[in-house]
């Protein structure tokens, strides 16, 4: 029984999350603080979303104009159809951003996970349902546009 207790409370943990991450990504510097990132925020939802979200998704780091963006891929043909399910999270777009903002948006992708919202496109009602659920979880509002980053940018 003990033993039981014990591996859930890694389970939960920083270092129990982080083994059962799947992350996917040239990062060229940093990458320990990108994992850890998504491990914190992972701890910091409800325990049956975060075994969901290591379960079936993987996390790849990308390098475009986009902060982050959730979809899913079927592979076919299959007698069993499979989906894989994918969160691409670009944090040299969120350099600048306080580390509390970073776990804003990456709650906002799970969310758009947890919610179903696989899509290609922006919807503005998707967008607010995923910033509604971040909240619920404890999360800030995370929905910043291209323009406001790159408008930080040119700033600079």
Not at 8 to 25: A, C, M, P, Q, R
Not at 52 to 75: A, C, N, Y
Request: glycine share 6%.
């Amino acid at each position: 029984m003990e033993s039981r207790k014990d591996f859930e409370k890694w389970e939960d943990s920083i270092e129990g999350i982080n083994y059962s991450l799947n992350v996917f990504g040239e990062v060229l510097r940093e990458d320990v603080r990108h994992r850890v990132l998504i491990c914190g925020t992972l701890q910091r939802l409800p325990k049956g979303v975060r075994r969901r979200v290591l379960e079936e998704v993987s996390f790849i780091i990308v390098d475009k104009d986009l902060l982050g963006h959730t979809f899913q891929m079927t592979l076919l043909p299959s007698e069993n159809r499979i989906v894989l399910h994918f969160i691409l999270l670009n944090f040299g777009a969120m350099d600048e951003e306080p580390e509390e903002k970073i776990e804003s948006i990456i709650a906002h992708e799970i969310a758009h996970h947890v919610l179903g919202h696989a899509s290609l496109f922006a919807d503005p009602d998707k967008e607010k349902k995923a910033d509604d659920l971040c909240e619920r979880w404890g999360f800030g509002r995370a929905r910043i546009t291209l323009d406001e980053v790159h408008g930080d940018r040119d700033d600079h």
